[in-house]
């Protein structure tokens, strides 16, 4: 999943905790905000690997703190560039890539799939840090359009087509349908992804919601403030999970 | 007069030095703020703000920031931590039992763009600590700038020596790393005159594009 300012599917999230799904693995690209932290409150997560987990300018994601600190979930931590670099790697199919820095920083050592290797075509010594390809089981995300060839628009929101790229099925809800082919008009092509790596589209209104679609609707920031007040306390979560999440007919943004 | 804000915005344009492209993370108002005012003076400074409110400088998604980097395209970064060690290193995973956000891009940052400088207004030694918890990022800054004073970085040392204070005063009682100082300590200077028109001219407007509480709190702007 993407972090809050690369259209998270709001839409699905609030559906998994609707429908109380378990045990979720969730893969931060390269980071996750609220997204996580209410998948995280509501108890349908196992394990979380990404490289921050954080609300940005509404601070820090209380649900998330709370679960590392008492142990309920299981936190693998990496650097934005090395999960990247690691779905870059499924993306092309290769098992591995090397990626440069990282070194000396304790996330190595706890990473079992990062190795540090010497740099075969350096004749003198040069240690050089090698990530294990991420092929995640699903990618889930909001996309402004969908067209009727099944392809999705995300614009300059390039890291979403790698993780479509790189999964082994994606999910993408969206804003708008457009008639047609996007990959037929030059000036939209740059910004789809091609049908070829889809599974499945469904509409879904101001998904992204209280985030933003660039563009279209900005991060409602009194919303998330008031998240991050509210879900200091776990009855306040709850609370709050009641009143915009569990709710059916308040399981939509307001317009 | 000129308030806390400005003096380190001040100190930060001129330990950028001759960069041309700084990036700016998250939620960092005085190191955006110091690369505003150095770009009054050298407008010819690419700076990549990396969480506009509208807009991006980037078009290849959020890897393009560590790409571009790691071929020596960026000059100047800012770091900071939960704490920061007497070796340099920085943690935003965990201390005192209490969790962090993560280390984002930073130990890979530390070590890819050519003048890293470690930013924290805490001056503590809550935060200044002898050795770091969890050592997200390692590499050598260029300076350590705080709320109190201006350290450098001794790379063969393996050192931080103080440069300046912000205010009279011995700092100390206040960091809990040792480090060197000279038995006179300098006083940071303070932000010239045309320096202050400037902050709270042009960098001001540009600051509250993207933090406007905090061009609130310090020029009053709406």
């Given at each position: 999943?993407p972090?809050?300012?690369?259209m998270?599917?709001?839409?699905?999230?609030?559906?998994?905790?609707?429908?109380?799904?378990?045990?979720?693995?969730?893969?931060?690209?390269?980071?996750?905000?609220?997204?996580?932290?209410?998948?995280?409150?509501?108890?349908?997560?196992?394990?979380?690997?990404?490289?921050?987990?954080?609300?940005?300018?509404?601070?820090?994601?209380?649900?998330f703190?709370?679960?590392?600190?008492?142990?309920?979930?299981a936190?693998?931590?990496?650097?934005?560039p090395?999960?990247?670099?690691?779905?870059?790697?499924?993306?092309?199919?290769?098992?591995?890539?090397?990626?440069?820095?990282?070194?000396?920083?304790d996330?190595?050592?706890?990473?079992?799939?990062?190795?540090?290797?010497?740099?075969?075509?350096?004749?003198?010594?040069?240690?050089?840090?090698y990530?294990?390809?991420?092929?995640?089981?699903?990618?889930?995300?909001?996309?402004?359009?969908?067209?009727?060839?099944?392809?999705?628009?995300?614009?300059?929101?390039?890291?979403?087509?790698?993780?479509?790229?790189?999964?082994?099925?994606t999910?993408?809800?969206?804003?708008?349908?457009?008639?047609?082919?996007?990959?037929?008009?030059?000036?939209?092509?740059?910004?789809v992804?091609?049908?070829?790596?889809?599974g499945?589209?469904?509409?879904?209104?101001?998904?992204?919601w209280?985030?933003?679609?660039?563009?279209?609707?900005?991060?409602?920031?009194?919303?998330?403030?008031h998240?991050?007040?509210?879900?200091?306390?776990?009855?306040?979560?709850?609370?709050?999970?009641?009143?915009f999440?569990?709710?059916?007919e308040?399981?939509?943004s307001?317009? | 007069?000129?308030?806390?804000?400005?003096?380190?915005?001040?100190?930060i344009?001129?330990?950028?030095?001759?960069?041309?492209?700084v990036?700016?993370?998250?939620?960092?108002?005085?190191?955006?703020?110091?690369?505003?005012?150095?770009?009054?003076?050298?407008?010819?400074?690419?700076?990549?703000?990396?969480?506009?409110?509208?807009?991006?400088?980037?078009?290849?998604?959020?890897?393009?920031?560590?790409?571009?980097?790691?071929?020596?395209?960026?000059?100047?970064?800012?770091?900071?931590?939960?704490?920061?060690?007497?070796?340099?290193?920085i943690?935003?995973v965990?201390?005192?039992?209490?969790?962090?956000p993560?280390s984002?891009?930073?130990?890979y940052?530390?070590?890819?763009?050519?003048?890293?400088?470690?930013?924290?207004?805490?001056?503590?030694?809550?935060?200044?600590?002898?050795?770091?918890?969890?050592?997200?990022?390692?590499?050598?800054?260029?300076?350590?700038?705080?709320?109190?004073a201006?350290?450098?970085?001794?790379?063969?040392?393996?050192?931080?020596?103080?440069?300046?204070?912000?205010?009279?005063?011995?700092?100390?009682?206040?960091?809990?790393?040792?480090?060197?100082?000279?038995?006179?300590?300098?006083?940071?200077?303070?932000?010239?005159?045309e320096?202050?028109?400037?902050l709270?001219?042009?960098?001001?407007?540009?600051?509250?594009a993207?933090y406007?509480?905090?061009?609130?709190r310090?020029?009053g702007?709406?």
């Amino acid at each position: 999943m993407p972090p809050d300012y690369s259209m998270p599917s709001m839409a699905v999230v609030r559906e998994l905790i609707a429908q109380r799904k378990r045990n979720l693995r969730l893969l931060g690209v390269p980071v996750l905000g609220l997204c996580a932290d209410l998948l995280i409150g509501a108890g349908c997560v196992a394990e979380v690997e990404s490289s921050a987990v954080s609300l940005g300018e509404a601070g820090l994601a209380p649900r998330f703190s709370e679960a590392v600190e008492k142990g309920e979930i299981a936190m693998r931590d990496a650097s934005c560039p090395a999960v990247h670099t690691a779905l870059q790697a499924a993306e092309k199919g290769v098992p591995f890539m090397p990626l440069r820095g990282v070194l000396g920083s304790d996330l190595v050592k706890q990473r079992a799939d990062w190795k540090v290797s010497q740099n075969p075509f350096s004749p003198t010594e040069d240690a050089i840090l090698y990530v294990r390809a991420i092929s995640p089981d699903v990618a889930l995300f909001h996309a402004r359009w969908a067209d009727e060839a099944g392809n999705a628009w995300v614009g300059r929101r390039r890291e979403l087509a790698t993780i479509a790229h790189a999964a082994r099925r994606t999910l993408v809800t969206y804003e708008e349908m457009k008639p047609g082919d996007m990959l037929e008009d030059e000036i939209l092509a740059p910004g789809v992804i091609s049908a070829a790596y889809l599974g499945a589209l469904a509409p879904a209104k101001r998904g992204a919601w209280p985030l933003g679609v660039a563009g279209v609707y900005d991060i409602d920031d009194a919303h998330l403030a008031h998240y991050a007040r509210a879900a200091r306390t776990r009855e306040g979560f709850r609370k709050y999970l009641e009143e915009f999440v569990c709710t059916p007919e308040k399981s939509f943004s307001p317009a | 007069m000129h308030s806390r804000e400005e003096l380190l915005a001040s100190v930060i344009a001129r330990l950028i030095g001759d960069a041309k492209h700084v990036a700016v993370g998250a939620a960092s108002p005085i190191p955006a703020t110091g690369v505003f005012l150095y770009k009054e003076k050298h407008p010819e400074l690419r700076v990549s703000m990396l969480h506009k409110r509208k807009g991006n400088p980037f078009s290849e998604g959020s890897r393009e920031l560590f790409d571009l980097a790691g071929q020596g395209r960026l000059d100047v970064f800012f770091l900071g931590g939960a704490q920061i060690d007497g070796e340099a290193c920085i943690n935003l995973v965990r201390a005192e039992g209490r969790r962090f956000p993560g280390s984002f891009g930073s130990a890979y940052m530390y070590q890819a763009v050519g003048r890293t400088i470690l930013f924290r207004e805490e001056h503590s030694p809550r935060v200044l600590v002898p050795k770091v918890e969890f050592v997200s990022a390692r590499g050598d800054p260029a300076a350590l700038l705080t709320g109190k004073a201006l350290f450098s970085w001794q790379k063969a040392r393996r050192r931080f020596r103080l440069e300046s204070v912000h205010e009279p005063g011995d700092v100390r009682p206040h960091t809990g790393f040792t480090y060197d100082q000279e038995a006179e300590v300098a006083l940071t200077p303070p932000p010239s005159a045309e320096e202050l028109e400037l902050l709270r001219g042009p960098v001001a407007q540009k600051i509250s594009a993207d933090y406007p509480d905090f061009a609130k709190r310090v020029w009053g702007i709406h």
